[in-house]
């Protein structure tokens, strides 16, 4: 299983990430516009990083993933405590869209930036949920 982190922690706290240090990997931070992934063995190791036995395993940082699912079969699929069963597609998470847009008084009217994903049906079904 693999998680996609936008935020230092996660479930009340745990640190998914983790604290040890490794060269391989810059410190994350809820300023760096970076996404964190993951990976986790399954529901054992996901309690023992809640009570902080463990952490989970360190696969890549960047600040713009692209995520190719060609399964044969619709995998089960959570954002922000929504789960669906997704069928094969192209998922693409950038940068510009992990930032919230603040509100401040201006004089002149801001441009909006386009923070829609990118999907792609490689079957052509854009009726199914991506």
Not at 22 to 34: L, Q, S, V
Request: aromatic share 10%.
């Amino acid at each position: 299983m693999k998680i996609f982190l936008f935020f230092y922690s996660w479930a009340s706290g745990a640190n998914l990430w983790g604290h040890e240090k490794d060269d391989k990997f810059n410190r994350p931070t809820h300023y760096d516009g970076m996404l964190e992934v993951v990976g986790v063995t399954g529901i054992v190791h996901l309690g023992q990083i809640q009570s902080g036995i463990r952490s989970g395993v360190r696969l890549a940082q960047g600040g713009h993933v692209h995520i190719r699912m060609n399964n044969d079969y619709p995998v089960p699929v959570q954002v922000d405590g929504e789960p669906w069963l997704q069928p094969p597609c192209d998922i693409t998470i950038i940068r510009s869209a992990l930032k919230a847009t603040m509100l401040r008084k201006r004089k002149s009217k801001i441009k909006r930036r386009n923070t829609e994903p990118t999907v792609y049906f490689p079957d052509g079904d854009e009726d199914s949920k991506c």
